[in-house]
């Protein structure tokens, strides 16, 4: 009986320790990765709170995109707020709602700079 009991013990220990050693070798690798990728852990940290933001974000309510706009020589283009990403282009209101129609489906467009819209096409 005692037998089994050290048996038990020391397999607890083993992989208690089995992982934190496999802790620390993935931890070791991934920062000789960075070092030679030339990434310092600084950007590093950025890139993780930008992600986080933006699943927040998404977790928020991920039916709801807020978009802003902008007009260059009579044309508006809209952009993702959250990444900056193009989402399409119209000479009016109408051509705009159908390009980014185009690339979104089933979401609510939330306008953030919608005063835009009309002093210029109001």
């Known amino acids: 009986m005692e037998l089994i009991i050290l048996a038990v013990v ?45 699943i927040i974000e998404e977790e928020a309510d991920p039916k709801i995109v807020r978009v802003y706009l902008e007009q260059h020589q009579g044309t508006l283009f809209a952009y993702r707020e959250s990444d900056k990403q193009f989402l399409g282009q119209g000479a009016s209101q109408e051509d705009l709602v159908k390009s980014i129609g185009s690339r979104l489906r089933g979401v609510t467009i939330e306008i953030t700079n919608g005063e835009l819209l009309q002093k210029s096409h109001g």
Do not use: C, T, W
């Open 10 to 54: 020391f397999l607890i220990i083993g992989v208690v320790l089995g992982i934190r050693m496999s802790d620390l070798f993935h931890k070791h690798m991934m920062a000789q990765i960075l070092k030679e990728l030339g990434i310092r852990p600084e950007q590093m940290r950025d890139l993780e709170r930008r992600l986080a933001a933006e």
